[in-house]
């Protein structure tokens, strides 16, 4: 490879006209320009204010693990990072960009083997289990009486960051891009037609695309060009090195990596490296990070005191890390979000304005999100599924309190696994609370945040029985569930109709009829899926409504589109102002002919339909739907209503025997009629053909989006096939099902999107994306380390209400 010279570009020169250009010249933004000028997206160019690498990249540790415990579809990002990364060298005589040393994550507590074992159990873990023996030999200096075992991730290593950015810069320039450096006070603006001037001390660009990968800088830079404000805090990260040590001279150790303790050790030559997640009391953080913050500011001089407690652990674990002195210690600032994970997309309502930011871990990412976001710019569309880095995602909701109280916590768990993210209890309630939060809450409410909004998850103290309980409300009398963390978004205007028709697979019904569709994007993969439900007069007014994930991704690909297609329409969340809640059951038609004068027989309000009621001398609009799959409808109304709704449909339905239920009791209800869901089944990473609905796919009607591949999916064999599996014996009940291996003759075919146990088989159901070559008699379903026998359903072990 090429070293990198500075003033490659010479900025005399700079042209007038880029394609895309990328501002920021770490990691992050170096490998989206290399990776767009790999695809030959047009002339690029990438700005940085100072030298490359000099921002957070300087200071970054180097460590690469492919380890990625919440959230798995972070995993090809890493995968990608490790190969290319693999690949590349400073020049011919200092050797390769990345050193390849492993990882061996050490389990002190039986929990913490147990989380490990799960882990294992998972699609593409390219991890092994390791007795403390074994941890000996590969880390002679560990007192292994400590520790129960360890996880070992032998593709895991570091990295130079500074250097990998002079290659990745050298490999762009390589490949067309124009590369500047020393290029401080840019300023952007907008100049119509989808297009940017980036202004430099040495003139003015004119761009169709501007990519913001500013790392420390990109917080201000948003703000100074758009007048708005991104959920960034500047996090303190410390580590410190060992004096050189006679005892690591003839070793060449993994990485340790200790969960429980959240520090991590790596070796450097005859020294050791020690690091550390202190906790939340400890967090040192800014909210914000001005242009004209030094690197070398006070902000960045470590404090050990604060990760001293950590490092007397480590020492207990490695007593040998005492005896070898500490040399110095550095900090670095960690650009973080709330949950931790970065921001990367496009934003809403800036056309053609992306950004790469809030990375806690740039290294590791670097490699796929260049390439993950250069395919998107180019092709128009994300290449596969990623919706926890959704820049979207963080709306009004997430106020200051919020953010600064998260983003502790999400740093101080940096190694957690102990507790998924809608867990964690910082910063909870949000504003984003239903009018019965209260209520609930006194009927012993256990809840759940999801997209701001707190979900209840089920009521009472012991969850299995509790699930069991509603679940028997739900299939044997009534029950109430709180919908009011739904995705609402209303489509309005003169040519609604014909933009929905545009952007969902199926007719688009009449006033009154509900229908459920899929959005796909251009490769017929499924963006998301809705329930449309007409309002108003037709053809001018719709309810798009989803499940809360889908919140942020279905509002920037509906207004994307209507903008690019040029349909006059509105989009817009009305999450904040509407409320829904489904009462559920057997006697829920009973209940609700309590609280109306209107006929609710099935001749007069056939399933699918809607009407427009007042419950309580409240108007609500009734849906008679349910995705339990058993005889219900949906109450949507104002939400400053709620309260009065909830109590009069409860006081209506006592002498049914009414009660709550939690959405894990309806994840059993929905599994059990195969009822796939959004997010979990139906997703980016799979076509719609793939999904099992390419039945639903009307062909015939008036061209729509993905139209032209769904036709080339039905003519061919897909991949995979989605398709729902019984276990021949039940799963542990605690289990969280998150990307299984599924396996047949003993090699893995497929993995898990979504599991439950299910009352009426009296075992674990599980939905599993397969290969379809697979041979479905012989599948199995590796959970927590155990193989579980898995029978393929051709048929839902329920039938929805509606046919029975």
Same mark, same amino acid.
């Given at each position: 490879?090429?070293?990198?010279?500075?003033?490659?570009?010479?900025?005399?020169?700079?042209?007038?006209?880029?394609?895309?250009?990328?501002?920021?010249?770490?990691?992050?933004?170096?490998?989206?320009?290399?990776?767009?000028?790999?695809?030959?997206?047009?002339?690029?160019?990438?700005?940085? @204010?100072? #030298?490359?690498?000099?921002?957070?990249?300087?200071?970054?540790?180097?460590?690469?693990?492919?380890?990625?415990?919440?959230?798995?579809?972070?995993?090809?990002?890493?995968?990608?990072?490790?190969?290319?990364?693999?690949?590349?060298?400073?020049?011919?005589?200092?050797?390769?960009?990345?050193?390849?040393?492993?990882?061996?994550?050490?389990?002190?507590?039986?929990?913490?083997?147990?989380?490990?074992?799960?882990?294992?159990?998972?699609?593409?873990?390219?991890?092994?289990?390791?007795?403390?023996?074994?941890?000996?030999?590969?880390?002679?200096?560990?007192?292994?009486?400590?520790?129960?075992?360890?996880?070992?991730?032998?593709?895991?290593?570091?990295?130079?960051?500074?250097?990998?950015?002079?290659?990745?810069?050298?490999?762009?320039?390589?490949?067309?891009?124009?590369?500047?450096?020393?290029?401080?006070? !840019?300023?952007?603006?907008?100049?119509?037609?989808?297009? *940017?001037?980036?202004?430099?001390?040495?003139?003015?660009?004119?761009?169709?695309?501007?990519?913001?990968?500013?790392?420390?800088?990109?917080?201000?830079?948003?703000?100074?060009?758009?007048?708005?404000?991104?959920?960034?805090?500047?996090?303190?990260?410390?580590?410190?090195?060992?004096?050189?040590?006679?005892?690591?001279?003839?070793?060449?150790?993994?990485?340790?990596?200790?969960?429980?303790?959240?520090?991590?050790?790596?070796?450097?030559?005859? @020294?050791?490296?020690?690091?550390?997640?202190?906790?939340?009391?400890?967090?040192?953080? !800014?909210?914000? *990070?001005?242009?004209?913050?030094?690197?070398?500011?006070?902000?960045?001089?470590?404090?050990?005191?604060?990760?001293?407690?950590?490092?007397?652990?480590?020492?207990?674990?490695?007593?040998?890390?005492?005896?070898?002195?500490?040399?110095?210690?550095?900090?670095?600032?960690?650009?973080?979000?709330?949950?931790?994970?970065?921001?990367?997309?496009?934003?809403?309502?800036?056309?053609?304005?992306?950004?790469?930011?809030?990375?806690?871990?740039?290294?590791?990412?670097?490699?796929?999100?260049?390439?993950?976001?250069?395919? *998107?710019?180019?092709?128009?569309?994300?290449?596969?599924?990623?919706?926890?880095?959704?820049?979207?995602?963080?709306?009004?909701?997430?106020?200051?309190?919020?953010?600064?109280?998260?983003?502790?916590?999400?740093?101080?768990?940096?190694?957690?696994?102990?507790?998924?993210?809608?867990?964690?209890?910082?910063?909870?309630?949000?504003?984003?609370?239903?009018?019965?939060?209260?209520?609930?809450?006194?009927?012993?409410?256990?809840?759940?945040?999801?997209?701001? *909004?707190?979900?209840?998850?089920?009521?009472?103290?012991?969850?299995?029985?509790?699930?069991?309980?509603?679940?028997?409300?739900?299939?044997?009398?009534?029950?109430?569930?709180?919908?009011?963390?739904?995705?609402?978004?209303?489509?309005?205007?003169?040519?609604?109709?014909?933009?929905?028709?545009?952007?969902?697979?199926?007719?688009?019904?009449?006033?009154?009829?509900?229908?459920?569709?899929?959005?796909?994007?251009?490769?017929?993969?499924?963006?998301?899926?809705?329930?449309?439900?007409?309002?108003?007069?037709?053809?001018?007014?719709?309810?798009?409504?989803?499940?809360?994930?889908?919140?942020?991704?279905?509002?920037?690909?509906?207004?994307?589109?209507?903008?690019?297609?040029?349909?006059?329409?509105?989009?817009?969340?009305?999450?904040?102002?509407?409320?829904?809640?489904?009462?559920?059951?057997?006697?829920?038609?009973?209940?609700?002919? #309590?609280?109306?004068?209107?006929?609710?027989?099935?001749?007069?309000?056939?399933?699918?339909?809607?009407?427009?009621? #007042?419950?309580?001398?409240?108007?609500?609009?009734?849906?008679?739907?349910?995705?339990?799959?058993?005889?219900?409808?949906?109450?949507?109304?104002?939400?400053?209503?709620?309260?009065?709704?909830?109590?009069?449909?409860?006081?209506?339905?006592?002498?049914?025997?009414?009660?709550?239920?939690?959405?894990?009791?309806?994840?059993?209800? @929905?599994?059990?009629?195969?009822?796939?869901?959004?997010?979990?089944?139906?997703?980016?990473?799979?076509?719609?053909?793939?999904?099992?609905?390419?039945?639903?796919?009307?062909?015939?009607?008036?061209?729509?989006?993905?139209?032209?591949?769904?036709?080339?999916?039905?003519?061919?064999?897909?991949?995979?096939?989605?398709?729902? !599996?019984?276990?021949?014996?039940?799963?542990?009940?605690?289990?969280?099902?998150?990307?299984?291996?599924?396996?047949?003759?003993?090699?893995?075919?497929?993995?898990?999107?979504?599991?439950?146990?299910?009352?009426?088989?009296?075992?674990?159901?599980?939905?599993?994306?397969?290969?379809?070559?697979?041979?479905?008699?012989? !599948?199995?379903?590796?959970?927590?380390?155990?193989?579980?026998?898995?029978?393929?359903?051709?048929?839902?072990?329920?039938?929805?209400?509606?046919?029975?």
């Amino acid at each position: 490879m090429f070293r990198w010279k500075a003033g490659y570009a010479d900025r005399r020169g700079l042209i007038s006209e880029a394609d895309v250009v990328v501002i920021g010249g770490g990691v992050i933004g170096t490998s989206i320009a290399y990776h767009l000028a790999r695809r030959q997206a047009g002339r690029i160019v990438l700005l940085e @204010r100072e #030298r490359l690498g000099s921002g957070s990249t300087s200071h970054a540790d180097g460590l690469l693990t492919y380890y990625q415990y919440i959230a798995p579809s972070f995993k090809r990002l890493v995968a990608y990072s490790l190969d290319l990364y693999s690949g590349l060298k400073y020049d011919e005589h200092e050797g390769d960009c990345f050193q390849r040393c492993g990882t061996l994550r050490l389990a002190t507590t039986e929990q913490c083997l147990a989380e490990f074992k799960r882990y294992l159990s998972r699609w593409e873990s390219r991890a092994t289990m390791l007795s403390p023996s074994e941890v000996g030999e590969r880390w002679p200096l560990v007192d292994v009486s400590k520790i129960k075992g360890a996880l070992y991730t032998s593709c895991d290593g570091f990295v130079n960051a500074p250097q990998l950015c002079q290659v990745l810069a050298s490999l762009a320039a390589k490949e067309g891009a124009l590369v500047y450096e020393h290029c401080p006070n !840019l300023k952007t603006t907008y100049a119509g037609d989808g297009h *940017w001037d980036v202004e430099t001390v040495d003139g003015s660009i004119r761009a169709a695309n501007v990519v913001i990968a500013a790392g420390l800088y990109g917080k201000e830079s948003v703000r100074a060009t758009l007048q708005y404000e991104l959920p960034l805090l500047f996090v303190l990260h410390q580590h410190l090195k060992t004096q050189s040590s006679d005892l690591l001279n003839d070793l060449s150790i993994p990485v340790i990596e200790h969960p429980t303790g959240s520090y991590y050790i790596r070796q450097d030559g005859s @020294r050791l490296v020690f690091g550390a997640f202190e906790k939340e009391n400890c967090v040192r953080m !800014l909210d914000e *990070w001005c242009a004209r913050q030094p690197m070398s500011g006070d902000f960045l001089q470590p404090n050990f005191e604060i990760i001293k407690e950590q490092y007397n652990r480590a020492c207990e674990l490695v007593p040998s890390l005492r005896d070898m002195g500490i040399e110095g210690n550095w900090s670095e600032a960690l650009c973080m979000t709330p949950d931790g994970f970065p921001l990367v997309g496009p934003l809403l309502n800036y056309e053609n304005y992306w950004i790469a930011l809030g990375f806690a871990d740039n290294l590791a990412y670097a490699g796929g999100i260049g390439k993950y976001l250069a395919d *998107w710019i180019v092709d128009g569309e994300p290449p596969f599924e990623l919706s926890e880095a959704e820049p979207g995602r963080f709306q009004e909701w997430t106020d200051s309190r919020f953010r600064v109280a998260k983003t502790k916590e999400s740093y101080s768990m940096h190694f957690s696994q102990a507790a998924t993210l809608s867990e964690r209890p910082a910063g909870r309630p949000t504003t984003r609370v239903s009018g019965i939060f209260g209520a609930l809450l006194t009927h012993g409410a256990h809840m759940q945040l999801v997209s701001g *909004w707190e979900n209840p998850t089920y009521f009472g103290t012991k969850r299995q029985e509790s699930i069991a309980r509603e679940y028997r409300l739900a299939t044997e009398a009534c029950g109430l569930i709180d919908l009011s963390s739904l995705s609402m978004i209303e489509i309005r205007g003169s040519s609604a109709h014909q933009f929905l028709q545009y952007m969902t697979v199926k007719d688009v019904l009449e006033i009154s009829e509900i229908s459920y569709s899929c959005l796909l994007s251009t490769k017929g993969k499924i963006v998301s899926q809705v329930k449309i439900i007409p309002q108003a007069q037709r053809e001018k007014q719709f309810l798009l409504v989803s499940s809360s994930d889908q919140e942020a991704v279905n509002v920037r690909w509906l207004s994307m589109h209507a903008l690019q297609e040029k349909f006059p329409v509105e989009v817009l969340n009305v999450s904040q102002f509407l409320a829904s809640m489904s009462l559920v059951g057997p006697s829920s038609r009973d209940v609700l002919s #309590r609280l109306t004068k209107s006929s609710l027989s099935e001749q007069d309000f056939p399933h699918m339909t809607s009407k427009l009621l #007042r419950l309580a001398s409240v108007p609500v609009i009734v849906c008679h739907t349910s995705q339990t799959g058993e005889l219900g409808y949906e109450l949507y109304h104002s939400r400053a209503d709620t309260l009065r709704i909830y109590e009069e449909v409860m006081k209506a339905g006592q002498r049914f025997g009414i009660g709550n239920i939690g959405w894990d009791a309806v994840n059993v209800l @929905r599994m059990e009629k195969g009822i796939k869901l959004p997010g979990l089944e139906l997703n980016l990473d799979h076509d719609i053909v793939e999904a099992g609905l390419g039945d639903t796919v009307v062909l015939d009607k008036a061209d729509f989006m993905g139209r032209h591949a769904v036709r080339e999916l039905l003519a061919k064999k897909p991949s995979q096939t989605l398709v729902l !599996l019984k276990l021949d014996r039940p799963a542990p009940k605690d289990h969280c099902f998150l990307r299984e291996k599924v396996s047949c003759n003993g090699q893995t075919v497929g993995y898990v999107t979504s599991g439950c146990f299910s009352y009426l088989c009296n075992t674990t159901l599980a939905f599993a994306y397969v290969d379809s070559g697979a041979d479905l008699t012989r !599948l199995e379903v590796e959970v927590a380390g155990n193989r579980y026998a898995a029978e393929y359903l051709r048929m839902a072990p329920a039938k929805p209400y509606f046919r029975r």
